[in-house]
């Protein structure tokens, strides 16, 4: 799937200024891999995506239909589904559209749990078109998968976990962030993707965790960090973080810390966030201290804090900034609101540590 690039459009339905479109979100931040030409969204249909997301521009437009994003861009090759909804179901709405798109000659993206592929008519459309259905969590087979063998420590340079304290909490995000400031100021920094819009915005060195079986995913870790280290040989190494380590619908991150031998984290924390997944069936999420000491039970250590701000205006999320810093004296920074800069003074610590 590697040679897959170029232009493309995301469905978000209805759903673009939320966190079920983060999909979305993270392809119109920023792709290595597709160039972002429209949003289909009839909710915001007219205006700019990169606004309604984080308020910047990123001239990428809004349509209400497909009709009328390809008679402006008559370049889209690719049509991608922009939301991740809960169970990984694709919505019934959206199956119609996915046809007219390979109708009309464009190659499927989805990175959900129920393949695109698996719906006869759409199979259909895009075989009479010579398209292609690419469903991203598709396992890979067994024959292609590695088990953990300990090459991990060979790698030489500082490996850090991006690690969230609940879902959809900005984990990639932060990681592309980390990775941009790096490259800014010259530090040679890879990023290990483990889900598919990591896959869709780069996907040269990961794989995608939760289509990955148990007993493989420990080596598929270890498989993507060394040949990113043999191939790339960067000064640091972000690993791209999954749900939660205490998340009771899917706890993962132990993995990154142990199997991939991340010994420094980045934490992301919402302050304004009291239970998992904003579900208070699920219980209420633990203290960001305790989540720290925990870290540091797995033997790495939390060298700066990243703010999810959801629900605070720009006034509060200043103020969470100043006491959370003053309360655990660690770095802590605003990704969206003012980037990462405020976490470089210990990437660069950790650089001088080898």
Same mark, same amino acid.
């Given at each position: 799937?590697? *040679? #897959?690039? =170029?232009?493309?459009?995301?469905?978000? /339905?209805?759903? &673009?200024? @939320?966190?079920?479109? %983060?999909?979305?979100?993270?392809?119109?931040?920023?792709?290595?891999?597709?160039?972002?030409?429209?949003?289909?969204?009839?909710?915001?249909?007219?205006?700019?995506?990169?606004?309604?997301?984080?308020?910047?521009?990123?001239?990428?437009?809004?349509?209400?239909?497909?009709?009328?994003?390809?008679?402006?861009?008559?370049?889209?090759?690719?049509?991608?589904?922009?939301?991740? *909804? #809960?169970? =990984?179901?694709?919505?019934?709405?959206? /199956?119609?559209? &996915?046809? @007219?798109?390979?109708? %009309?000659?464009?190659?499927?993206?989805?990175?959900?749990?129920?393949?695109?592929?698996?719906?006869?008519?759409?199979?259909?459309?895009?075989?009479?078109?010579?398209?292609?259905?690419?469903?991203?969590?598709?396992?890979?087979?067994?024959?292609?998968?590695?088990?953990?063998?300990?090459?991990?420590?060979?790698?030489?340079?500082?490996?850090?976990?991006?690690?969230?304290?609940?879902?959809?909490? =900005?984990?990639?995000?932060?990681?592309?962030?980390?990775?941009?400031?790096?490259?800014?100021?010259?530090?040679?920094?890879?990023?290990?993707?483990?889900?598919?819009?990591?896959?869709?915005?780069?996907?040269?060195?990961?794989?995608?965790?939760?289509?990955?079986?148990?007993?493989?995913?420990?080596?598929?870790?270890?498989?993507?960090?060394?040949?990113?280290?043999?191939?790339?040989?960067?000064?640091?190494?972000?690993?791209?973080?999954?749900?939660?380590?205490?998340?009771?619908?899917?706890?993962?991150?132990?993995?990154?810390?142990?199997?991939?031998?991340?010994?420094?984290?980045?934490?992301?924390?919402?302050?304004?966030?009291?239970?998992?997944?904003?579900?208070?069936?699920?219980?209420?999420?633990?203290?960001?201290?305790?989540?720290?000491?925990?870290?540091?039970?797995?033997?790495?250590?939390?060298?700066?804090?990243?703010?999810?701000?959801?629900?605070?205006?720009?006034?509060?999320?200043?103020?969470?900034?100043?006491?959370?810093?003053?309360?655990?004296?660690?770095?802590?920074?605003?990704?969206?609101?003012?980037?990462?800069?405020?976490?470089?003074?210990?990437?660069?610590?950790?650089?001088?540590?080898?």
């Amino acid at each position: 799937m590697n *040679p #897959v690039s =170029g232009n493309a459009l995301v469905f978000t /339905l209805g759903l &673009l200024d @939320q966190n079920y479109a %983060k999909t979305a979100h993270g392809l119109i931040r920023g792709s290595d891999r597709f160039t972002i030409k429209a949003v289909i969204d009839p909710v915001f249909a007219g205006q700019e995506a990169g606004e309604i997301v984080d308020g910047r521009n990123r001239n990428i437009p809004v349509y209400a239909t497909i009709d009328e994003a390809l008679k402006e861009h008559r370049d889209i090759h690719y049509a991608m589904v922009g939301i991740a *909804p #809960v169970g =990984g179901k694709l919505p019934k709405e959206l /199956l119609d559209q &996915l046809k @007219q798109c390979a109708l %009309k000659g464009l190659s499927i993206i989805s990175g959900l749990h129920e393949y695109v592929s698996d719906k006869p008519d759409i199979a259909e459309a895009a075989a009479r078109s010579g398209v292609q259905i690419i469903d991203i969590r598709k396992p890979k087979p067994k024959s292609e998968l590695h088990f953990w063998t300990g090459r991990i420590f060979q790698v030489k340079c500082p490996i850090v976990a991006v690690l969230g304290m609940d879902c959809a909490i =900005g984990k990639r995000s932060t990681t592309r962030f980390l990775m941009e400031a790096c490259q800014k100021e010259g530090i040679r920094a890879e990023m290990v993707f483990t889900g598919q819009t990591g896959w869709m915005q780069s996907g040269r060195y990961g794989f995608v965790l939760d289509s990955t079986y148990n007993d493989f995913v420990s080596g598929e870790l270890e498989h993507a960090i060394v040949c990113c280290w043999e191939e790339q040989h960067p000064d640091i190494l972000f690993l791209e973080g999954q749900s939660a380590l205490r998340n009771p619908s899917g706890p993962c991150g132990s993995e990154l810390l142990i199997s991939g031998q991340a010994k420094y984290t980045v934490l992301l924390y919402a302050p304004k966030r009291i239970y998992f997944d904003d579900n208070p069936a699920w219980g209420k999420m633990p203290s960001l201290q305790s989540e720290i000491d925990l870290i540091r039970a797995y033997d790495s250590k939390v060298i700066g804090i990243a703010l999810n701000t959801t629900g605070c205006t720009r006034e509060e999320a200043l103020r969470y900034q100043q006491s959370i810093q003053k309360e655990i004296k660690l770095p802590v920074c605003l990704p969206v609101e003012t980037g990462v800069g405020e976490l470089m003074a210990a990437i660069r610590s950790v650089l001088n540590v080898l």
